[in-house]
């Protein structure tokens, strides 16, 4: 089973539609859950994190955590054009090297989003 | 939030030769990590850069071939070395800082876009 894993794609939803992404992990400890939007031929950048279980809400954008189901979600309202993207779910993974604790980004392999007008 | 400057943004390199990738913080973050994403597909880590140790590798990269350096908090450098086809990736630097109490969000370079001939 992959660490992060994401809902396959693409999605297309039409203008003004609801998109909804889904990130399934393995890590039952993780407490840190990211979600990034890339542009073709861009770097990642960040749309939302969340660390507690329920609903965190920015603008558009709402993003679901449920631990107990080891799952995190990411709806976008009212979708654009400019939203098509591919969206990227990211899980923070503890990990210990030279005795040193740190968390790296373990990434799903991402959705493609279309939204059409 | 954190800006890095990452460079060359794109290079064309002849097999066997070696390439040196640059990346720049805006302040000081605690660990910098770099990734490789193959066309279409997700991010791939390929170590992490802590300053003052020596970097830590993921499983199927190595040292001798992607020699990292991480001389102070605000600088990175990754070098592909001994060049092949199968090299031709985009390489991306991103760089976190962690709160005590919450993981933060990695920030990432504009990447480099390496093909070999």
């Known amino acids: 089973q992959k660490e992060v894993e994401q809902n396959s794609g693409p999605l297309s939803v039409p203008e003004g539609a609801i998109a909804s992404l889904n990130c399934t992990y393995s890590?039952?400890?993780?407490?840190?859950f990211f979600w990034y939007r890339q542009y073709s031929g861009k770097s990642p950048e960040l749309i939302m994190s969340?660390?507690?279980?329920g609903d965190k809400e920015d603008g558009r954008f709402t993003a679901q955590l449920n631990k107990a189901s080891q799952y995190v979600s990411l709806l976008i309202r009212d979708s654009q054009p400019s939203d098509s993207a591919t969206y990227l779910c990211a899980v923070n993974v503890m990990t210990n090297a030279g005795g040193t604790s740190y968390g790296k980004l373990t990434f799903g392999q991402g959705t493609i989003l279309t939204v059409h007008p | 939030s954190a800006v890095i400057s990452q460079k060359p943004s794109r290079d064309i390199c002849q097999r066997g030769t070696s390439l040196t990738i640059q990346c720049q913080v805006d302040?000081?973050?605690?660990?910098m990590f770099w990734y490789r994403q193959q066309p279409g597909q997700s991010l791939t880590l390929i170590a992490t850069a802590n300053q003052g140790s020596e970097a830590t590798y993921e499983s199927g990269f190595v040292i001798d071939k992607f020699p990292i350096s991480r001389p102070n908090l605000t600088f990175s450098t990754l070098t592909v070395s001994n060049m092949s086809p199968e090299d031709s990736s985009i390489y991306l630097c991103?760089?976190?800082?962690?709160?005590?109490?919450?993981?933060?969000?990695?920030?990432f370079g504009q990447g480099t876009r390496l093909t070999v001939v």
């Open positions: 302040s000081q973050v605690t660990m």
């Open positions: 890590d039952r400890v993780s407490q840190s």
């Open positions: 991103s760089a976190r800082t962690y709160r005590v109490s919450l993981d933060t969000e990695a920030f």
């Open positions: 969340i660390y507690s279980n």
